[in-house]
C-alpha cells in the first residue's frame, strides 16, 4: 500500500499562532481523514474528506480548524489560532473507498508553547 | 464513545499465539468489526475487518462469533515487533473511527 507522508513531522508554535499541516503527496484517493491523539489518550477523529468536501467532522472540529486540497494533491490541515490543548500528535489517512480501511501517515507533534 | 470493549493489557511469549478479544455486543447488522495497531506513537495501522465470516490474511486471523457480539484477533506466531496497542472498532460505511483504548499487547522473548 502506497504511503501516506506528512511534514513536518514536529511543528513548535506559539498560542494564537497559525499552523498548517501537510499530508504529502496523495494521489488516486478519494476519501481522507484528520485524527488528533493527546499524548497518552485515545486517538480522536477530527474530519473526513471525499470529493473536495468535508463529509464529517466532530465535535472538535469547531471554527479554528479547516481543511482543504489546495493543489489536488495534497492535504492539509490548518489551525487559525492555535491554543495550548492543540498539542497533540495529528494523523492523515486515506481511503479507496468508503470504508474503514484506512491506512495512516507517521504523525505530526504540534507543540504549542 | 465506542461500543467495544477490550482488556487495557496482555502479555505473550514471542513465537505463540496472541488471542486479542473484544465485545461488541451492540454491534448492529450493517456494521463491521475492524482491527488497528499503534506501535509506539507510530501512525495506526490497519489489520483486518470482517463483517460475519471469518477473515484472514498475511497478518492476522479474524473470528467473529456467529451472534457477532464478540471477536478475536489472532496474531499466529507473534514476534516482538507485534508489541502494540491494538485497537478492535465497530463501524459501518461512516467515515470516522471511534477508537477506544484498545489492548496493549506486550510480547516476550
Known amino acids: 500500500e502506497p504511503e501516506v507522508t506528512q511534514t513536518p513531522s514536529h511543528q513548535v508554535t506559539q498560542m494564537g499562532q497559525e499552523v498548517i499541516l501537510r499530508c504529502v503527496p496523495i494521489s488516486n484517493h478519494l476519501y481522507f481523514y484528520w485524527y488528533r491523539q493527546i499524548l497518552g489518550q485515545k486517538v480522536e477523529f477530527l474530519v473526513s474528506f471525499y470529493n473536495n468536501e468535508i463529509s464529517e467532522k466532530s465535535e472538535i472540529f469547531d471554527d479554528q480548524f479547516s481543511v482543504e486540497r489546495p493543489d489536488g494533491s495534497n492535504f492539509t490541515l490548518k489551525i487559525r489560532s492555535t491554543k495550548l490543548e492543540d498539542s497533540a500528535m495529528y494523523f492523515c489517512a486515506k481511503g479507496l473507498a468508503a470504508s474503514n480501511e484506512q491506512f495512516f501517515g507517521p504523525g505530526t507533534r504540534l507543540t504549542v508553547l | 464513545d465506542a461500543k467495544t470493549t477490550q482488556p487495557p493489557s496482555m502479555d505473550c511469549a514471542e513465537g505463540r499465539a496472541a488471542n486479542l478479544p473484544c465485545n461488541h455486543s451492540t454491534i448492529s447488522g450493517n456494521e463491521y468489526v475492524y482491527w488497528y495497531r499503534q506501535i509506539h506513537s507510530q501512525g495506526p495501522q490497519y489489520i483486518i475487518h470482517?463483517?460475519?465470516?471469518?477473515e484472514t490474511n498475511e497478518m492476522a486471523s479474524l473470528i467473529i462469533t456467529e451472534d457477532r457480539k464478540s471477536s478475536t484477533l489472532i496474531l499466529p506466531h507473534a514476534t516482538l515487533r507485534d508489541t502494540a496497542v491494538y485497537y478492535c472498532i465497530v463501524g459501518d460505511s461512516n467515515y470516522q473511527l471511534i477508537w477506544g483504548a484498545g489492548t496493549k499487547l506486550i510480547i516476550k522473548p
Open positions: 470482517g463483517l460475519k465470516n471469518n
